[in-house]
């Protein structure tokens, strides 16, 4: 049952007595005090008993103000709250499923991409390293997503949560989609969203395929066949109708994109070129899944491709790109911040 | 050490609970079992063929569950089922996605009038009751049986279906 009223402790000892109650992910938090809440709550613009959604499988009410203590218990800045509440009206949305895939024994995780003026603003990282150490943002935004999918959405480890494994992901994803350097609009963009509107959009993804390229001369014929052999290694995944149900993410470091574009590839034809390199047909699965029109084998077979979602980040040193496959049945959810 | 105050992180559920359906003897009457995976069908067998021989039943009807396909004739299939029977054991919830389903297709019934027990097992018990509270029905019956289910051999699951009987139709039959 959950409690209004404060709980006394101390600096010290906030760590331990979250911890024992569990409402920590095992690492330290900052205790949500009063006044740290207020503060976040005013930074989201909305009042603290707004409500953003229901998280499931407990169908936990996600309030401006519940939404806001497990934000400072993960470090946020109150700067931050705007994406932290639309990353959680995003996963909120009944059709990213949480009550269906919160129990997953997949080790599936939400990662969530954020674009427009907003990632400036509060320094959210589309470079180097943006899935992991370094970038404030990056790390306690994620990590607040999966704080409140735990204490609002009752999705704790074991007793509900049934992943074999989990993922690294499952701390947290959370990075910027990179804008200047990459040729293209974003995804967001690409969803229907304004020009100079921040969004998030919520990914249920089940692991990083790595993908690097280097050769001498770099074309775009060599670096599609790359990526689609790369593509292709989920084939041996047992559970492979994944790839084929969801809307598997291909994330362009910015050197691929721009050998792509540089030739005058954009990501129409990149999708296309894929298509003929990579058979999306269903492994196995429920036909109702893998047909549905938000998977890249359903509905008709010349409007799959303009489906696979493909976003640019990441650092300028390497040539590396990441795919990323994710839950059947599960689709990108777009939401944008007010 | 200066004692600091800090707020709950936690929600709570919707809060909203049904009362289940009114348990009856079990004597004369015709039951259902929505079907799930064949170690559940040498399960229910060894049940059926107990309830046959101590209570007299109408013989019992079969059904698959609804889960991802809730369309076209399995979804016909299973409001025919719904209608026609008079308590049902539903199951088998043994995964993260049979689990739930097994839920929504129990709760279906108890609207309906039916007493209806949930068999699921351990390691996805959790989320069975889980999804039962957040659907408004906290005191769903369930009974709980080891996982992996589906991995244990004919004779266990026999032994385990004997083991299981009692608490099915207590489950069944009593408030």
Redesign the interface.
């Known amino acids: 049952m959950t409690s209004e009223k404060p709980l006394a402790t101390s600096q010290e000892s906030a760590y331990e007595d979250l911890y024992r109650r569990g409402w920590t992910d095992g690492l330290p938090i900052v205790p949500p005090t009063p006044d740290r809440v207020q503060a976040m709550i005013a930074a989201s613009g909305r009042p603290g008993d707004h409500t953003l959604g229901f998280i499931g499988p407990r169908r936990g009410r996600a309030t401006v103000q519940k939404v806001a203590v497990n934000a400072v218990m993960a470090g946020c800045l109150p700067g931050y709250m705007p994406v932290v509440c639309a990353a959680v009206s995003a996963v909120a949305d009944p059709n990213f499923q949480l009550d269906r895939i919160a129990p997953w024994t997949a080790p599936y995780a939400p990662m969530i991409v954020v674009s427009g003026p907003m990632t400036e603003k509060i320094g959210l990282s589309s470079g180097h390293d943006l899935f992991a150490s370094g970038a404030r943002a990056n790390a306690t935004i994620g990590r607040a997503l999966r704080l409140i999918l735990l204490n609002i959405g009752g999705a704790s480890p074991s007793a509900v949560s049934k992943s074999a494994h989990g993922s690294p992901g499952r701390q947290g994803m959370c990075f910027a989609e990179s804008e200047g350097a990459s040729p293209w609009e974003t995804y967001a963009r690409e969803q229907g969203t304004a020009a100079g509107q921040s969004a998030v959009t919520a990914f249920a993804v089940t692991g990083t395929v790595p993908i690097f390229y280097r050769v001498i001369k770099v074309n775009p014929e060599d670096l599609i066949n790359n990526i689609a052999a790369c593509m292709k290694y989920i084939e041996g995944y047992a559970t492979a109708y994944h790839q084929d149900g969801g809307l598997p993410v291909l994330l362009l470091c910015p050197i691929h994109a721009k050998i792509f574009a540089g030739r005058g590839w954009d990501k129409h034809r990149i999708r296309e070129e894929l298509f003929k390199r990579v058979d999306f047909k269903p492994v196995y699965g429920a036909e109702s899944r893998i047909n549905a029109p938000t998977c890249l084998t359903g509905g008709k077979a010349d409007e799959r491709p303009a489906r696979l979602p493909i976003l640019v980040a990441g650092g300028i040193a390497g040539y590396h790109s990441t795919f990323l496959p994710t839950i059947v049945g599960v689709p990108p959810i777009t939401k944008v911040m007010p | 050490?200066?004692?600091?105050?800090?707020?709950?992180?936690?929600?709570?559920?919707?809060g909203a609970s049904h009362a289940l359906a009114a348990r009856r003897d079990l004597r004369g009457t015709r039951g259902g079992i929505r079907r799930q995976w064949p170690n559940f069908d040498t399960f229910t067998a060894r049940i059926e063929r107990r309830l046959m021989q101590e209570h007299e039943l109408q013989p019992i009807l079969r059904v698959g569950g609804t889960f991802?396909?809730r369309?076209d004739a399995k979804l016909e299939e299973w409001r025919t089922f719904t209608s026609q029977v008079q308590w049902a054991i539903v199951g088998l919830g043994a995964?993260?996605?049979t689990?739930?389903w097994t839920v929504y297709d129990a709760i279906e019934l108890e609207e309906k009038g039916i007493p209806t027990v949930s068999i699921v097992t351990d390691?996805?018990a959790?989320?069975a009751k889980?999804?039962a509270?957040?659907e408004g029905w906290p005191a769903l019956k369930m009974v709980i049986v080891p996982h992996p289910f589906e991995e244990l051999k004919e004779d266990a699951v026999v032994t385990l279906a004997d083991a299981s009987y009692v608490k099915i139709v207590d489950a069944l039959a009593k408030d």
């Open positions: 050490m200066i004692t600091i105050h800090v707020l709950d992180p936690t929600s709570d559920g919707p991802t396909e369309r995964c993260w996605g689990s739930p390691e996805f959790g989320i889980a999804t509270a957040a």
